[in-house]
């Protein structure tokens, strides 16, 4: 299994005659090789040349130089409908600017058809990836809005799809992110919708959470959009600490009714009470600790909360780890908190939270269940002595 997603592990018995047929396939491999390399050596960019291409690319994607051949023939291939030189026009110096649109549009919806039938057998080759966009960039160049328009709304769709199949493929989340990116751009935005998507998008991270909590990039995307949401809307103080439905649903400019860090902090607490070891979970209650801390707390989600609101939220976290605890004495993750909790406490009150000993028990606990990183706790240890 890889992210839910089951492999095979059937692994056909080594006869000779089966290593006799691997031989055999690697020879017609290197001869494909061979003949793709002869036929740019050549400058031969013809049609053959480019079946060829997708023969060897379907065979081994990873194989990033034959990308770049196929790119260099896909541009030979539409330089006659893109250059307004007659010369290079041949067989289209009859066609209406129209038309060469459109021939131009098949061209580069053709290619997108062959990369998505690698997509779907190789969902985390960068190269696949990487000429889609590739492809896109040349539709944005050279197409007329409506149809660049139309392609990249399809992209959505089909990464979205993508990502129903591996919620967790970061290659896909990437790739969402500039497929939004080029969505929001001016020349390509939808007059009555709007041009922003941050709003869509945090909504779709809560969707993609609640279907597993284990997600880095989900919550990625959610620690990076939310502060966006908030300054889109132009939220007042008290309108960055509330927010209807755990900051999913009905925020508006009017009304954000709950308390919009505990609502986020409720979310993750709801996380890491169902899997107190997944390190995805903490990062974002780190990030969320950032928000109480006066260093970092201007770029935070609330960065005018009070002292006295940051320490008391501090306590209340402080607590809920103690909790937390007393039912799972072997996770590291829970001393970590406690430990950066505790100290981010002294730095803004010039207090501890607990009793020094206390937290000189939580590092040595931490020592124990962490042995790998033993330098760093010690520095930790220090750290703690010293303050």
Same mark, same amino acid.
């Given at each position: 299994?890889?992210?839910?997603?089951?492999?095979?592990?059937?692994?056909?018995?080594?006869?000779?005659?089966?290593?006799?047929?691997?031989?055999?396939?690697?020879?017609?491999?290197?001869?494909?090789?061979?003949?793709?390399?002869?036929?740019?050596?050549?400058?031969?960019?013809?049609?053959?040349?480019?079946?060829?291409?997708?023969?060897?690319?379907?065979?081994?994607?990873?194989?990033?130089?034959?990308?770049?051949?196929?790119?260099?023939?896909?541009?030979?291939?539409?330089?006659?409908?893109?250059?307004?030189?007659?010369?290079?026009?041949?067989?289209?110096?009859?066609?209406?600017?129209?038309?060469?649109?459109?021939?131009?549009?098949?061209?580069?919806?053709?290619?997108?058809?062959?990369?998505?039938?690698?997509?779907?057998?190789?969902?985390?080759?960068?190269?696949?990836?990487?000429?889609?966009?590739?492809?896109?960039?040349?539709?944005?160049?050279?197409?007329?809005?409506?149809?660049?328009?139309?392609?990249?709304?399809?992209?959505?769709?089909?990464?979205?799809?993508?990502?129903?199949?591996?919620?967790?493929?970061?290659?896909?989340?990437?790739?969402?992110?500039?497929?939004?990116?080029?969505?929001?751009?001016?020349?390509?935005?939808?007059?009555?919708?709007?041009?922003?998507?941050?709003?869509?998008?945090?909504?779709?991270?809560?969707?993609?959470?609640?279907?597993?909590?284990?997600?880095?990039?989900?919550?990625?995307?959610?620690?990076?959009?939310?502060?966006?949401?908030?300054?889109?809307?132009?939220?007042?103080?008290?309108?960055?600490?509330?927010?209807?439905?755990?900051?999913?649903?009905?925020?508006?400019?009017?009304?954000?009714?709950?308390?919009?860090?505990?609502?986020?902090?409720?979310?993750?607490?709801?996380?890491?009470?169902?899997?107190?070891?997944?390190?995805?979970?903490?990062?974002?209650?780190?990030?969320?600790?950032?928000?109480?801390?006066?260093?970092?707390?201007?770029?935070?989600?609330?960065?005018?909360?009070?002292?006295?609101?940051?320490?008391?939220?501090?306590?209340?976290?402080?607590?809920?780890?103690?909790?937390?605890?007393?039912?799972?004495?072997?996770?590291?993750?829970?001393?970590?908190?406690?430990?950066? %909790?505790?100290? @981010?406490?002294?730095?803004?009150? +010039?207090? #501890?939270?607990? &009793?020094?000993? =206390?937290?000189? !028990?939580?590092?040595?606990? %931490?020592?124990? @269940?962490?042995?790998?990183?033993? +330098?760093? #706790?010690?520095? &930790?240890?220090? =750290?703690?002595? !010293?303050?």
């Amino acid at each position: 299994m890889s992210h839910g997603i089951p492999r095979s592990n059937e692994v056909e018995p080594r006869t000779e005659q089966v290593r006799q047929r691997e031989l055999k396939k690697i020879e017609e491999y290197k001869e494909l090789v061979d003949l793709v390399e002869a036929k740019i050596q050549d400058r031969d960019y013809t049609l053959e040349a480019l079946q060829l291409t997708s023969r060897l690319l379907t065979l081994n994607p990873e194989y990033y130089t034959i990308w770049n051949h196929r790119r260099r023939i896909l541009q030979h291939r539409l330089a006659p409908l893109l250059s307004r030189d007659s010369t290079l026009k041949g067989q289209w110096d009859d066609y209406s600017p129209g038309e060469m649109n459109e021939g131009t549009l098949k061209f580069i919806t053709s290619d997108l058809n062959f990369v998505f039938s690698l997509l779907r057998k190789f969902p985390k080759c960068y190269w696949i990836w990487n000429h889609r966009l590739w492809l896109l960039q040349q539709a944005s160049t050279y197409l007329p809005v409506p149809a660049v328009r139309k392609l990249w709304d399809g992209e959505l769709l089909l990464v979205g799809k993508m990502l129903s199949i591996d919620n967790r493929n970061f290659h896909g989340w990437g790739y969402r992110r500039v497929v939004v990116a080029a969505l929001q751009r001016p020349e390509l935005c939808d007059e009555n919708v709007g041009a922003s998507m941050v709003k869509d998008e945090f909504d779709y991270t809560t969707r993609m959470i609640r279907t597993s909590m284990s997600n880095f990039s989900a919550w990625h995307n959610r620690s990076v959009l939310i502060t966006r949401l908030l300054d889109e809307l132009a939220a007042s103080d008290d309108d960055r600490r509330n927010m209807l439905d755990e900051g999913t649903a009905a925020l508006n400019i009017h009304s954000i009714g709950k308390l919009m860090c505990h609502a986020e902090l409720i979310l993750i607490q709801e996380g890491l009470y169902t899997d107190s070891r997944d390190q995805s979970l903490w990062f974002y209650h780190q990030s969320l600790m950032c928000t109480f801390d006066p260093i970092f707390a201007s770029r935070s989600m609330t960065p005018n909360l009070s002292q006295y609101d940051r320490l008391a939220y501090i306590r209340s976290e402080t607590d809920k780890l103690l909790e937390m605890l007393e039912d799972d004495r072997d996770c590291k993750w829970i001393y970590q908190a406690l430990i950066q %909790l505790a100290m @981010l406490y002294k730095s803004t009150s +010039g207090s #501890w939270p607990v &009793l020094p000993e =206390r937290i000189g !028990t939580w590092v040595t606990s %931490l020592q124990a @269940l962490d042995p790998l990183r033993h +330098g760093r #706790w010690a520095d &930790l240890e220090q =750290r703690v002595r !010293t303050e």
